[in-house]
Nanobody, 126 residues
Framework: QVQLMESGGGSVQAGVSLRLSCAAS????????VGWFRQAPGKGREAVAT????????YYHDSVKGRFTISLDNAKITTYLQMHSLKPEDTAMYYC???????????????????WGQGTQVTVSS
């Protein structure tokens, strides 16, 4: 059974860093691309970052470019979202998701993702 589990969220002050983790069980990310998404209260879920399994190319939402980095560990079991210079507007529930789409040239929207984690809350105060 394919499962994803996020961790690493928390309540922090603006300007600090957090690293979110997404661990896979039942498969590895070697044949699945991964996306990080977030949903703020009262808003829809938006794609934050995508990493494609075929070439580990990465794509980001404009609001996080230069501050967030998505990566895979060498074993292709855990995905990370390193977040720097956090802002109050980054406050949201963060989700990781996996898709069988292995190669692309853009930030991939949620429509393409089949497997989802339960989410981890990130709250940034000013």
């Amino acid at each position: 059974q394919v499962q994803l589990m996020e961790s690493g969220g928390g309540s922090v002050q603006a300007g600090v860093s957090l690293r979110l983790s997404c661990a896979a069980s039942g498969y590895t990310f070697s044949s699945y691309s991964v996306g990080w998404f977030r949903q703020a209260p009262g808003k829809g879920r938006e794609a934050v970052a995508t990493i494609y399994s075929a070439d580990e190319s990465t794509y980001y939402h404009d609001s996080v470019k230069g501050r967030f980095t998505i990566s895979l560990d060498n074993a292709k079991i855990t995905t990370y979202l390193q977040m720097h210079s956090l802002k109050p507007e980054d406050t949201a529930m963060y989700y990781c998701a996996a898709t069988g789409v292995t190669l692309g040239t853009r930030l991939l929207p949620e429509f393409y993702f089949k497997y989802w984690g339960q989410g981890t809350q990130v709250t940034v105060s000013s």
